[in-house]
Every structure is written in structure tokens, then in C-alpha cells.
């Protein structure tokens, strides 16, 4: 199966694209949509959409796996994050892409086994699951690559069928 994995936000949407097939992993691709801080929203926004389109278009995965959303303080953030997501299931949607999320802390529990994990013991895990060379920067895009590893270690055919996904 192919995973495309988003870290989502508006200044860097990591993204992680990888095979998964009889238990072993293939890293296809990976990296990040950065927009510029001094672009109004909007650009940004469509700079997103057109990026990932080019990235699902080049890859054509099979399921895109997703951090839900975390809020903190900032509303502004959070509300600007919000949009930049629905811009990215939107260009998965309009592609044909099953879309699954999952919470940081069931990245963490399917990467590390602890769903208290540090950032940088996920991110060495996600080297060395992947074996790549170093750890995927930005961060972003390490997380982007850890959580298409948790819709790896945690879709199930079966239950996805019979729930109708």
C-alpha cells in the first residue's frame, strides 16, 4: 500500500510518501510545502493546494494519513491551521485518497510502542524503521513520515471494509 503522510500546518506541511508491503517499508519521497510568512493567507493557502496536488498527482497513494489537530493558545494559529488542513483533504478527496487520522499519541504509540515518546526518539525511530540516513528536516517532515508509519502499522483491511472506509 502507498501512504502519503501529512504533518499539517500553514508555514510547513511536512509530507512523507512510502510503500508498505509485506512488512517492509520503501521510502518514495519526502519533504515539505513551506509558504512565506509575508504572503497573505489566501496564497498561501492555494500555494498548499497546488504543491500537494502536484505531490498526490506524482505519487498517486493510496490512503493519506493525517495528524488531527491539536489546539493550544493561540487561536489564530489554530484557526489558520484549521483552514490549511481542510485545504489539504480537499486536494486528497478531490484525488480519490482514502483519508485516515490519527492523534500524536497514537503516532507515538505505533512508532515507539510508548505513547509518551520524545520527538527526538520518534524521529531517530523513523530513521532507523526507514533506514535513511540521517533524520528527515524539518522536523515536520519527520512526523509527516512517522505518521504514514502508524496508518502502516495500524490500517486493517478487514475492519475498514466493514466499517464502509
Do not use: W
Amino acid at each position: 500500500m502507498r501512504i502519503l503522510g501529512i504533518d499539517p500546518g500553514y508555514a510547513i506541511v511536512g509530507y512523507g510518501v512510502i510503500d508498505y508491503i509485506g512488512n517492509k517499508f520503501k521510502v518514495i519521497e519526502y519533504g515539505a510545502i513551506i509558504t512565506n510568512a509575508g504572503e497573505e493567507m489566501n496564497s498561501r493557502f492555494k500555494s498548499i493546494h497546488d504543491d500537494l496536488n502536484e505531490i498526490i498527482e506524482r505519487n498517486n497513494p493510496e490512503f493519506m494519513a493525517i495528524e488531527e489537530l491539536f489546539f493550544n493558545s493561540n487561536q489564530k494559529t489554530a484557526i489558520n491551521v484549521a483552514q490549511a488542513r481542510g485545504v489539504l483533504l480537499l486536494s486528497a478527496l478531490n484525488h480519490g485518497v482514502r483519508i485516515y487520522e490519527y492523534t500524536p499519541l497514537q503516532v507515538k504509540q505505533a512508532v515507539a510502542g510508548y505513547g509518551r515518546a520524545e520527538k527526538q526518539q520518534i524521529q531517530q525511530l523513523v530513521k532507523t524503521l526507514l533506514n535513511l540516513e540521517k533524520v528527515p528536516k524539518p522536523d515536520d517532515t519527520a512526523d509527516a513520515l512517522a505518521i504514514a508509519v502508524c496508518h502502516a502499522h495500524s490500517y486493517n483491511p478487514r475492519t475498514a471494509s466493514v466499517l464502509g472506509l
